[in-house]
C-alpha cells in the first residue's frame, strides 16, 4: 500500500503541471480562424435571407463541433469559456459583442441594407479572433496565478 503524499508537497506538484501546461500550450492561428469563422458565420446568419440563413446557421453549429473535436484531439481536454472564473468575463463581452452583431444583421435584414450581413459577419470573425486570444491570456494568467 502507497503513503499518501504530504500536502504541500501535491500542491507544489500541481502548481507545478499548471505552469509547464501554460508554457507548453499555444494554439496555431488556424485555430483562431476557425472560431473566427464559426462566429461570423453565426453573426452573418441572422441578417441572410431564408434558405441561407439556415445554410450558414447550420455550417457555422457544424464548425463548432469540430472546432471543439479538433481542440480536444489535439490538446486531450476542453475548457468550457464561461467557467474560469476571471477568464468568463471576456467571453461574456465577446458574447455581448456578437449578440450586438446579430442585432445589426437583423436590422439591416428588415431595412434592406444588403450588405449589412457581410459588415457584422465580417466583425464577428475579427471581434472572435481578438476575443479569444484575450481569453487565453488571462485565462493562462489566471492557471498561473492561483490554485482554483
Not at 6 to 35: E, H, N
Request: net charge positive.
Amino acid at each position: 500500500m502507497t503513503q499518501a503524499p504530504d500536502p504541500k508537497d501535491a500542491l507544489a506538484a500541481i502548481q507545478s503541471a499548471r505552469a509547464g501546461m501554460t508554457d507548453q500550450m499555444s494554439y496555431p492561428v488556424t485555430y483562431d480562424l476557425m472560431y473566427g469563422t464559426v462566429c461570423g458565420l453565426l453573426v452573418a446568419s441572422q441578417g441572410l435571407q431564408l434558405p441561407w440563413s439556415v445554410v450558414c446557421l447550420v455550417i457555422a453549429l457544424a464548425g463548432l463541433a469540430y472546432a471543439v473535436h479538433w481542440w480536444k484531439k489535439r490538446y486531450g481536454w476542453w475548457v468550457n469559456g464561461y467557467s474560469p472564473r476571471r477568464a468568463r468575463w471576456v467571453a461574456f463581452a465577446l458574447a455581448a459583442v456578437l449578440i450586438g452583431l446579430m442585432g445589426g444583421a437583423i436590422w439591416g435584414k428588415y431595412t434592406g441594407i444588403a450588405w449589412m450581413p457581410l459588415a457584422t459577419g465580417a466583425a464577428g470573425f475579427v471581434a472572435a479572433i481578438l476575443g479569444g486570444r484575450l481569453w487565453m491570456r488571462v485565462w493562462k494568467r489566471e492557471l498561473q496565478a492561483d490554485g482554483t
